[in-house]
Nanobody, 119 residues
């Protein structure tokens, strides 16, 4: 059974930093894209960042470019999201997702971790 478990969320003041982790179990994802999404209250879930298998390529949503960094440690089957210069508009539930290689869809999801940024 595949499981993705996020951790590292919390409350922080604007300008602060947090590091989210997503530990996968049940299979390895070294060849899969891994990504972070977020959902703020009353809004749809949105893409934040993704990283290719083996970590060769990363991409970011415009609102987080230059402030967030996605990375992965395949030996631990874990992906990270380092968030810096946090803003109140970054407040959301952050979800980790893993791609199914067969169709390249993100079908594996974690339960989410809350990030709250106060001004």
């Amino acid at each position: 059974q595949v499981q993705l478990v996020e951790s590292g969320g919390g409350s922080v003041q604007a300008g602060g930093s947090l590091r989210l982790s997503c530990a996968a179990s049940g299979r390895t994802f070294s060849r899969s894209f891994m990504a972070w999404f977020r959902q703020a209250p009353g809004k749809e879930r949105e893409f934040v960042a993704e990283i290719s298998g083996r970590g060769g390529t990363t991409s970011y949503a415009d609102p987080v470019k230059g402030r967030f960094t996605i990375s992965r440690e395949d030996a631990k089957n874990t992906v990270y999201l380092q968030m810096s210069s946090l803003k109140p508009e970054d407040t959301a539930v952050y979800y980790c997702a893993a791609q199914r290689i067969a169709d390249r869809r993100f079908v594996y999801w974690g339960q989410g971790t809350q990030v709250t940024v106060s001004s």
